[in-house]
Every structure is written in structure tokens, then in C-alpha cells.
């Protein structure tokens, strides 16, 4: 499995499905931008807690969009894997699994 053939599938994939839900796409979006900004937290510390809970819930392609965001921001290996550590903490042994597919995401992506 590639995660950037994953992520390069799944961009236009939602790109069409956000087209299909037209207002409930831009409602979602209007959310998502409202947290982009820094805040009481940093936009990257914001990623950080987005990622750890995509690892909780187990989702991958949610895993792929905040793993990559971290790596444009500049997040280091270490910080995520620091973040994964917490989620496996929260999420017990499905938080081992899908950490480990997070920070091989991370790996992939930023080489």
C-alpha cells in the first residue's frame, strides 16, 4: 500500500463528493477554517490533536490529511510520534495499529 497513491486518490474523491453535498461541504469547510488560524492553541498543535484523534477513531484517510498538514507545517518525526504515543494511550491496542500506520504515513510522505 502507497499512502501518497492513497491520498492522491482520495483528494479528488472528496473534492467530488464535497461538490455533490454543495452546502453541507461548505458549512464543514467553514469549520474546518475557523480552526486554521492560531488561537489559545497553534494551528499546528490543532493538527496535532486532529491526528491523535484520527488514530483514536481509526481513520486512515483522516490519518493521511492531518499527517500530511503536520509535515507542511514542519512536524517532526518525533513530535508525531509523541502524538501517537498519547493516542495509544487513549485507544489501547487499535491506537498501537493505526499509530503505526500513522507514522509510517509520515515516513512516506515527507521522504
Same mark, same amino acid.
Given at each position: %500500500?502507497? @499512502? ?18 454543495? =452546502?453541507?461541504?461548505? /458549512?464543514? /469547510?467553514?469549520? +474546518? +477554517? $475557523?480552526?486554521?488560524?492560531? /488561537? !489559545?492553541? $497553534?494551528?499546528?498543535?490543532? &493538527?496535532?490533536? +486532529?491526528?491523535?484523534? +484520527?488514530? !483514536?477513531?481509526?481513520? =486512515?484517510?483522516?490519518? #493521511?490529511?492531518?499527517?500530511? !498538514? ?8 518525533? &513530535? ?8 495509544? =494511550?487513549?485507544? /489501547?491496542?487499535?491506537?498501537? %495499529? @493505526?499509530? $503505526?500506520?500513522?507514522?509510517?504515513? @509520515?515516513?512516506? #510522505?515527507?521522504?
Amino acid at each position: %500500500m502507497s @499512502y501518497k497513491a492513497s491520498l492522491g486518490d482520495l483528494k479528488p474523491q472528496v473534492k467530488r463528493f464535497n461538490a455533490a453535498i454543495g =452546502e453541507t461541504a461548505k /458549512g464543514f /469547510g467553514a469549520i +474546518a +477554517a $475557523s480552526l486554521r488560524g492560531d /488561537g !489559545a492553541l $497553534s494551528h499546528k498543535q490543532k &493538527e496535532f490533536v +486532529a491526528l491523535g484523534i +484520527a488514530v !483514536a477513531i481509526r481513520c =486512515e484517510p483522516c490519518i #493521511l490529511f492531518h499527517t500530511e !498538514a503536520l509535515i507542511r507545517m514542519g512536524a517532526t518525526r518525533e &513530535e508525531v510520534a509523541e502524538v501517537l504515543a498519547v493516542a495509544v =494511550e487513549m485507544g /489501547g491496542g487499535p491506537g498501537v %495499529m @493505526y499509530g $503505526s500506520k500513522a507514522l509510517a504515513a @509520515y515516513d512516506e #510522505l515527507s521522504a
